[in-house]
């Protein structure tokens, strides 16, 4: 972390509760697997009103029902402690306690005005880039990132997070300078800057380069919580899928993206993306869409974000759970982008390629609405193009002009 963030202060009564929020803050900007440390925080002093906030917002990145109704009681606290803290973190815990009822536009904005008050603040900065992404909210993402890379302390956090939303806006050769910069701080222990590198290269066509890099750092990726370890993988995978080494593809699929923590919504996200991909390219996914599936139906319920709500379409649909499947395509045609998606979905597992083309080319300009990064929508531009060489080989030929009007 950088030192500015340690001399920010802290509520509290217990030297020992401000060591275990400092420890949740590094664990949260790198990506740790032991952000769990934020409970530590409340047995030292369980009326520390961030430590409070900050364990709702551990359980709130589940991205589950669960994980809100694990946060509730600490949102409660917080708010109840909140006339006792500074503004810095009464804000915080508004921002937090908005995101716990489902307002995620509310919490950024929230937390954008903790950032643009105290730039130094890189856990309000992660947890603003985190809903800002899930939003599609990209030019946020780039304001919010540049107030705090431009006080950015010695740790390189702060650029890795600019680098990000850097790429998303479409300037990857910036991207790449700011996240090179990053690892120059810090170059084992950010897996985020590491992966803004990927992204990078990959948006300046350096698939090669891309691939080289990531398996470079690799072994850095065992002390990552399970998001970070199979989403970088997951890049990986990619990279070789689109080099033509299925093979190795699918070995990370069964070896580093799927099965590390099958209950977590991001694992699934990845463990789907790829599996698909896999299958267009002629893999057998014998019982794996099956096993990802039984997840799914088990989130019918949560409706958190569109965009992970077509993932588990996917996997109900290749599964042949069929009635699921029409019960969350029916509960998506409420938003027009990720209506027409889920009619695609559906329509391409049927090898109805042809209405599955039309519907996607009916919204393909407006995907970034469902929010996920770029590489993560791509998803739906190459089920778009299998449609399409579907339709080529088609006996009967359609007009290809058919899907251009909305492209």
């Known amino acids: ?36 440390v934020i409970l530590d925080a409340l047995a030292a ?56 009822q489902g307002d995620n536009r509310g919490a950024i904005l929230m937390l954008r005005r903790v950032v643009e008050i105290t730039p130094q603040d890189l856990v309000a900065a992660k947890l ?23 006080v950015e302390g010695r740790s390189g956090y702060a650029l890795g997070l600019h680098a ?5 806006a479409g300037y990857p050769e910036v991207a790449l300078r700011f996240a090179r910069r990053a690892l120059d701080f810090n170059p084992v222990c950010d897996p985020w800057a590491q992966h803004a590198v990927a992204h990078a290269l990959i948006a300046m066509d350096q698939p090669i380069e891309a691939r080289a890099f990531l398996r470079s750092v690799a072994p850095s990726w065992a002390r990552c919580s399970s998001f970070m370890l199979t989403h970088n993988w997951w890049h990986l995978a ?13 070995a990370i699929f069964d070896e580093h993206v799927w099965g590390v923590r099958k209950g977590h919504v991001q694992d699934q996200i990845n463990a789907i993306s790829l599996l698909i991909r896999l299958e267009m390219q002629g893999a057998c996914p014998g019982w794996r869409w099956n096993d990802i599936a039984t997840y799914g139906e ?26 699921a499947a029409s019960c969350l395509c029916e509960a998506l045609q409420r ?22 083309a039309s519907s996607i080319a009916s919204v393909r300009r407006k995907i970034g609405e469902i929010g996920g ?35």
């Open 1 to 36: 972390m950088n030192e500015d963030y340690y001399f920010l202060p802290i509520t509290t009564i217990a030297p020992a509760a401000a060591s275990a929020i400092h420890g949740f803050a590094h664990e949260l900007v790198s990506h740790g697997s032991g952000a769990r």
């Open 45 to 100: 002093d369980a009326e520390c009103g961030l430590g409070q906030v900050y364990a709702a917002a551990l359980y709130l990145t589940q991205m589950t029902r669960e994980g809100q109704a694990q946060a509730a009681p600490h949102i409660a606290a917080a708010l109840s402690l909140s006339p006792m803290c500074s503004e810095r973190e009464t804000d915080t815990i508004s921002a937090i306690a908005a995101w716990g």
């Open 128 to 150: 603003c880039q985190i809903l800002e992404l899930g939003a599609g909210d990209v030019s946020g993402m780039v304001r919010t990132s540049a107030m705090v890379a431009a």
């Open 164 to 168: 990000f939303a850097l790429e998303q």
């Open 238 to 250: 990619l990279l070789e899928l689109d080099l033509g080494n299925r093979g190795a593809a699918f």
């Open 298 to 323: 088990n989130r019918l319920s949560d409706r958190m974000s569109d965009f992970i709500d077509l993932h588990y379409l996917i996997a109900l649909v290749r599964s042949g759970r069929n009635e």
């Open 335 to 356: 938003e027009r982008v990720a209506g027409a998606l889920a009619q695609a979905i559906v329509a391409h597992a049927r090898d109805d390629f042809s209405v599955a």
């Open 373 to 407: 990064s770029n590489v993560q929508r791509d998803l739906f531009e190459v089920i778009f193009i299998d449609c399409i060489e579907q339709v080529r080989r088609a006996p009967s030929f359609v007009n290809l002009d058919d899907y251009r009007v909305a492209a």
